[in-house]
């Protein structure tokens, strides 16, 4: 039975009888994981208050060789996200990206990138109030990291910069096309949107977090993530509504 210790942040945890759980995990090393734990319901079990959603935690694995669920030989508690602080803004963003892991995620395929993103978003609920800026930053990132959004720089077919002139996404195709290749059809990406995805290449989320967006470009980024999101998972998102609705609040 193969056993190693990795760095982990419980995704979710559901039922397995009365007094266990399957707990999933997106690994730094390993991606996503699934265990049973017995006895977990039990206040007096030390993994109870551990692996609850969202913490980061290091983790003793085991699996056996053909099965799907692995074995938890323990598990220490690194940060708990998002915080002592009882906000719900902070919850939903946590729920948010630890939904979308969740399904962009492969189960047993090493993705560091993905597991960093996550991570720093994280720290980034837990040190600030989320905003619009850091929920585009881990939706855009994350669909970029998994290969299902083209390079916002360029345009699919001639190759030239769209920067400085705003582009055509076609959602279907994951193209990026300039005003003349495009014929004017597509999602249309204005200018300072174009901008903004431009300067998020560049920045971690906690710096990307305080970008002041143009009203128009927040709605048309906004539309533009949740497109992406519901053309490759084909639904929406179940903390999405929430997390929209308190950060309107």
Known sequence: MPTFETEAIVLRHYPLSDSGR???FFTREHGKLRAAVDGIKNPK?????????FNHVRIDFRIREGRDLGHIGGAELI?????????????YACSYFAEIVN??????????????LLLASMKAVTAAVPTAALIRYFEIWALRLNGFIPN?????????SVVDKGFFVWIESGEVRCRSCAGGV???VGV???????IMMKLPPEKFMIYSFDEDAAFELEKLAQRFLGFNLERQLKSWPLLREALQN
Request: glycine share 8%; hydrophobic share 45%; aromatic share 6%.
């Open 186 to 188: 597509g999602f249309h």
């Open 22 to 24: 399957i707990v999933v």
């Open 103 to 116: 399904e962009i995620g492969q189960e047993n395929q090493d993705n560091n990138l993905l597991f960093r």
């Open 192 to 198: 300072k949107s174009a901008a903004a995805l431009e």
């Open 79 to 91: 940060n708990a996200f998002p915080g002592k602080v009882l906000d719900l803004r902070r919850i």
């Open 45 to 53: 079990n030390n993994l109870a208050g551990t692996l609850e959603p």
């Open 152 to 160: 916002f720089a360029l345009c699919s077919i001639c190759g030239k």
